[in-house]
Structures are given as C-alpha cells and as structure tokens.
C-alpha cells in the first residue's frame, strides 16, 4: 500500500470508527483482499451518513447528483443524510472495474448504469433488514425499510442503518433483488438540488486547474500549428535565463516551458524561437476540403448503412425528384477550463490530476505514456470545467505526463493556453450531405437517397474497425430514420483528411437532425403541407414516441395557432442517445438579417426523469450551446491552421441575447434514455426551417453568419 | 508590493506586469479566479476591485496594489453567504460551475451600483460567458436576490 493510499484508509477509517461497508460485488469482480470492508458503491457510517460513490466525472452534467439518487431510491435512504464520494479509476483497476466503466461521454451515464446501481442499493437495503431481522428474530419478509430506518410494525421495533451497518456486512449477498416498481419512487424522480453546488457558488471546489501540491511547478506548451508537424528546431536562448523559467523542452512533438508561475511560461514560450517541420499539409484550406468532401457525393462504390427496397431504381421512376446538399462545419468546443493536466512521476510512481471525462483512458495512457504500471498509477478526481466530449480524449494527459517524464520527481502542471486549445481540437466532423428524394405525381415521397461524405470519428479517433466501412455518427439519425419511405438508401464516403475529429456534445446528432429534418419541410412544402401535419403523415403508427414527442411539443407551443405579422415558425423532432426529442422555433427577421427568437419551445422523452430540474437545466444549456454554433461557430482552415485562436473569433453567446426557453418533459416510461446531449439536436433544424419559412429561402448550411444573419434579442 | 485579498494582507515579490490573475492563483493560491481565456473576453477570471468587476487576466497586479480585492472566496461574509450566492444554489444555476464565481462576482458588483436592476441593466452588466448555458437562471437568480432584500 502507497503512503498515500494507506492515508486515504486510515482518513475513512478513523472518521468512522464503526464504519462498514455492505459489500457489493458486480458479476466477475471481487474486492481486493487488503480492504475487505471497502465496498464498492455504499458506505454507512454509525451515525447514519451514507456515503454513495460515483464513478463517473461531474462537468456539470449533473450526474453526481442524479447517479447516487438511483442508489438511495433503492437503498430507501434518507437523502439528506447520503454524502456522495467519487471512486477513483486506480480503485477500479484494483477491484477488476468494480466500478464498471467510467467515462462520462455520450449521456450515458444514468442510462447504463441505473440497473447495477439500483441494484447497488436494492442489495444492501435487503441485507440491512436480514441484520434487523436476525437480530430481532423475526422473518425479514415482516420488516421494512424506509427513510435509514428499518422497522417491524408487530413488535415496534426499529433500527437505524447506522446501527444495523456492522451486522448487515456480514449478511450473505442476496442474489436476486427486486427493484422498486417507479410509482413508488420517492428520491428519483423529484428534482432534487445538485450536491455539488454549495461549494460552487463559495470558490470551494477544485477543478483540474486548482490542483496544487508541494514544489509544483507550471507548464505552457505549444505543438505545431499544422496538425501532425513536429519540431524541426528550437532556441530558447532568449528566456532560459528569464526570472523563474526552470527549463524548455523539446518534445519533438511540442515545445514546453517549464517555470515557476504559469503567465511566466507562457510568456516566455512566445519568445521561445521554434522552427516547425509541418509535414506535407502546410497548404491545406478549407475550399480544398470542401472540394474533396464534395467528390465524395458522387463517388462510386459507397460504405452502405441502410439500403430498404430499391431506392436508386425508384428515383429513376419519380415524377419529380428534389435534390440537396448540407452542410455542417468543423467545431471547436472550447471548454470554459482549457486542457490541464497535473502529473508527478516518483519513481516508477506516478499520479495524475486531469479534467478528464474518462478517468480509467487517462489511467492507461498515463502508465503507458511514463512506462510504468497501471498498478502504479493514481488518478485522482477533480471537478470538470466544463467537457463537451473534449476531454474524453488523453492527448493533454500524454503531454502532462511527457513533461513529468523530463522533470522526475516535481509535480508538473500543464495547462494549455486558450488559443492552443482552439488551434488543436478534435473538432466536430464536418460534413457534406446530399438529399435527394422522388416524389410521385401525387407529391408523395417514394424514395430518398441520402449521401454522407464525412470523417469517421470512430476509424481516425477511437482507431476502430468500421462495420461495413460505415461510421455510426456519420449516419446518426439517417441509417435509422423513423419516416415511413419503402425505398430508403443511406450511404457513406469517409473523407480522411489531416484534421483531428472528437466527439462534440451531441455528435453526430448535433449535425444531422439539421440536414434531415430541414428536407423534411422541403418535401413538405413541395407537396404543399403543413410541417406537422405532414411528419405525422409520414411517420408510422409504430414510431409512438417520435409521434407522441412531436405532438407534445407541438401542442405546448400552440402550433397552428395565428401568429403575429413576420413572425414564422420551425419545427423538427428525432430521436438521439436513446430519449426523443422535439423543438419548435418562432423568429422574426429584419430586412438586414437580424433574427430575432420569440420563442424556443424544447421537448424531450427520457423514458424516465430521474432529477427533472437537472434535466431541465441541460436542455436550457442545450440550447445556449446549440445556439453558438448555429450562429457563429465554424473553424476553418489556412494554410493548414486553424484561422480562430480564441473567443473574439470563435464567437459564444452571451446572456444578452438568451432567447426564451420553455422546457418541456415528457417521459412515458419503460426505457431509459440519456438527457445531456439529446435535446440540442431538434435545435438546429427547428430553428432553420422557421428562419427559412421567414426568408422564403432555403437554409442549408450552417452557420448562420455566412448566410448574413446575426442574432438579436427579441 | 502589498495586496489586500479578502479581508487579509499579502507581500508580493512579482513582475508589476504578471496579472493578477497569476498573482492570485500561482502565487497565493487562491483559485476562485478562473483562467478562460487570457484576453478579457470571458470574464471567468472576474474579481472585485474596490467593489469593481475586473478582469484579472488582462489587469496588472501592479494596479491592484495596495488595494482591496475580492475573489468569490471572500463574497460570503464568514458563513453567511451573500445573497447572490443563495439564489443561485435557490436556483440551482450552475452547472460546470468555471465561470460561475466570475458571474457572481459581476452581478454582486451590478447590485452594489444597481440595487435594483432590470432586465437591461443585467443584459449590460452580465457579458461573461457560459459554455453550459446557465444564462436564463442567472438572471432569475439576480432578480431573486434583489428581493431577498439582502443584496448590499
């Protein structure tokens, strides 16, 4: 055991002397044989606090609070006595992932772990009643559990968790366990405020940027502004003897300045003369990439995603066939906390202190990045500023630890500068797709043709085989696409190009619900239809939810109801990260292209709202991030640089011009979907149909800026 | 020089150009101040000067000397919390939290000018950003700690 690990043990240990855990074992992992009575989601102390683990990272998502509720419900806590703890990736690794997976990227969260933590809870609130039951001698089946007390009514008799913790620990794990039927919830469900607040609003909180430790020093780092070039030279004669710069080093890959005081390193990497060997794509521009991603419309022999009937064929056949093509750009997500990371390599020692999304990635490239053991490596948890999908890949742990590596033995903390994170994203793919759909004489839609030429997230990022050489997020919500057209081709050309894709908050749904959803209401207004009327048209009996979310909202936001003079609206709906979802929009527009929003009315079903203030909050956020990019946000390429640096070129809203937002939640139960990312998606095309309605003009790329409108508080 | 950070007295051997910021941060280690962008434009490094909203990235220690500075850590008035800091847990606005000390810092330096402002005087005075979007609950909240009462 680690000194430091050994002093988290005896912290526990000895603020709780008649601490025990109710151990719980995920199928397949067993617990460590030096901490037996360290469980792995529940702790009760002897005056009742509960302690609930989360595994995941909080960046404001709100699931630190939501997850431990699921764990509560089930456990019949008192909620205001649970005190939520993190667990630690190198915990995790220690107990075979008892924990399971960590990473909080694709709202997934509550959605794949609300079975093993319910039953997290369910479990030890069962051998909290065996404990009673023993000990009073009654059967359990008469004992209840409610509120950290259990009780038997016929002898009056009640224990509380506290006092029951010790003897439950060691009641056999109960191997089946029911879980609560969602009526009789009483935690989940109920908006509960976030546990993390408090020390927000103080300045308590530690982000990854706060870290600090003994003779840490700082660093400022700067990789070549062409994407893959390296190092060719480097002179740091001109700062190495500069007031607290402790060293410059040459990565190969990057150039660090190590000093005493971050604006010192910064200051002096600008002076730092770097020679950059940028490779074979100094040249590289937008207009190159687009005529590249262009080809890939037309090119023969596409990835094939979804093929219904025969598409090709019946457009042949079509009275009139409507073509168009979409565009969505390359996207910074600029994080309000840029990339930071804290490594300090002792030895063959190493600890790490990331503002990761991922805790168990950040572990293994860590190690692999120091050459040491995973055993060897701790990653302890600080809260996110912010994530957005950013932080779920290591690339600024690999540097942090890289430094480390070079400085042995002192705490390192790396911190990039706000223009080195927008000049070296993994930014949302761009994408160039061409709708094409036939019509019959009677104006309806027979077959539909959608063509994606796009970069894989999934072959270039996360290097993983394509299955039938298609990327999933490339053909979000096209390849499954509710609509009711019997000849339905979607297929894809990847474009490889030599800037890096990441994950961005809502994917691939952040761009196609906007390229679907839009041609949509083209084919609407071809056959001469009102929007609704003609999705509901046009979806199947069977697509209950896209009917009954699209129906919902519609109705909150009095579609069809007059409206006042210039004023139009836009709706859309899809279905993303397992909840569905709906928007509709009304915007009025100036002769000099000034939009002004009058009302956003956004929809979704989770199947179940497990902290529905927390939902609603995302969705609230949902649309200031949806809204940014929609307007202003685009990064393009010269010279083959990124052309924006920082947040006076690569545009955000600001509270002035927060249009009205009327959330709606609608949950029907059954199943469980996520709510961070989904309800950015209907957005998008909600906004630009009723912008188009306005124009009179199509709308088909984004963002909005290049189309000459700018966003005005209605 | 001297500096004054909430309510105690600091002796600072640093560059009369390192920002405040880094002064804060790095050399005393107060981390409230948040680092968002190094050029004035997020506001996330927001501290109360003399009771003003500064930009602590962009604003030389050496200007703040021998003056009184307030990070989100000395809003509260020992456990009593300022009422902007209520309302905002009241209405559960944050969500990452980066910038929020930045916000509140700006809305406590609006309400000490504007004890009660509307809508027009927030649009004006709350320029930070917010990457999650906490903005609709922000001003919820400033309304709410107006009437409170016990914004001063």
Redesign the interface.
Known sequence: MSQLDRRHFLKITASAAASFSLGFYLPDTALAADAPQLNAWIDIQADDTIVIRYARAEMGQGSKTSAPMLVAEELEADWKKVRVEYATAHDNLRTNRAYGDMASVGSRTIRFSQEYLRKAGATAREMLIAAAAQQWGVPASECKAKLGVVSHSASKKSLSYGKLAAAAAQMPQPKDVALKDPKNWTIVGKPLPRVDIPDIVTGRIRYGIDTQLPGMLHAAVAACPVFNGTVKSMDASKVQNRRGIVQVLNLGEFVAVVADNWWRAKEALREVAIEWDVGSNGSLNSTQLMAQFKAGLTQENASIARNDGDTLNALKQATTVIEADYFTPYLAHTTMEPMVCTAWLQGDALQVWSSTQNAEATLSVAAQTAGVAPANVKVHPVQLGGGLGRKGSQDFTRQAVMIAKALPGKPIKMLWSREEDVQHDQYRPASLVRMTAGLDANKKVQALHIRVAAPSLFASLLNLPLQNGVDPQAVACFKDHPYDIANSLVDYVKQDTNVPVGFWRTVGHSQNPFVRECFIDELALAAGKDPLDYRLSLLPEKATRDRAILQTVAKAANWGAALPSGVFRGIAETEGYGSWTACVCEVSISSKGEVKIHRIVVGIDPGYAVNPNNIQAQMQGSMVHGLSAIFWGENTLKDGRIEQSNFHDYRMMRLNEMPKVETVIAPTGGFWGGVGEPTQAPLAPALANAISAALGKRIRSLPLKNHGLSLVKA | MKLKVNGKNHELD??AE??L??AL???L?I??P??????A??G?CTVLLNGEAVRSCSYPVSAAANQSVT???G??KGDK?HAL?QA??DH??????????GQ?LTAAALLKKKPRPTDQD???A??????????????DAIHAAVKSGAAQ
């Open positions: 640093v560059e390192m920002p910021l880094w941060r790095d050399e280690d981390k409230g948040k680092f968002g962008c190094g050029i434009q997020c996330a990070t989100i850590e809003l509260a919390l800091q905002w847990i559960q606005v944050p969500q990452c939290g980066y910038c929020q000390g509140i927030i649009d004006a709350m320029g930070n950003i917010c990457r999650c979007g906490t903005y609709a609950r922000m001003r």
